[in-house]
């Protein structure tokens, strides 16, 4: 049982160590502007941790760089699903739908994001997101 232990903690560490390389492959490819790559470096990197916040924002913050709005769409919502008062998700999933021409559900999370930061950065860029968005309409 001892043994069995030791092989599942290094497994575990295996497969921390290979989120982090590939979290921080990632960061350095958007460095570099290579937003396609970063993307893959991220995508590996939610497969291996499909809870790692940070590998999924910035794998929508490489879609969104990327115009693909839609998957950019998918990926803020999978971190709500996981962190549901993310105000920083909320506001980039406004965005998201916006650029994709979702203006209706763009204000529902300009609105939520506003709810959840209401005195904050955050919130003070979705409200002024929602002004712009409202006088596009």
Do not use: W
């Not at 982090?20 to 991220?42: E, H, M, P, W």
């Not at 529902?108 to 506003?114: D, G, P, T």
């Amino acid at each position: 049982m001892l043994n069995a232990n030791r092989i599942l903690m290094k497994s575990l560490e295996g497969r921390l160590k290979n989120v982090c390389v590939n979290v921080l492959t990632a960061k350095t490819k958007i460095g570099s502007n290579d937003y396609q790559r970063a993307k893959q470096f991220a995508s590996k990197a939610c497969i291996i941790d499909e809870h790692n916040v940070e590998a999924r924002h910035i794998k929508g913050f490489c879609h969104r760089n990327l115009e693909e709005f839609s998957e950019a769409v998918e990926t803020y919502r999978q971190i709500i699903d996981i962190i549901p008062d993310s105000t920083v998700a909320h506001l980039y999933l406004a965005d998201c739908l916006r650029n994709d021409g979702r203006k209706e559900e763009a204000v529902e999370y300009y609105l939520e994001s506003i709810k959840l930061d209401t005195e904050g950065d955050i919130g003070k860029l979705a409200r002024e997101s929602l002004v712009t968005l409202k006088e596009s309409i």
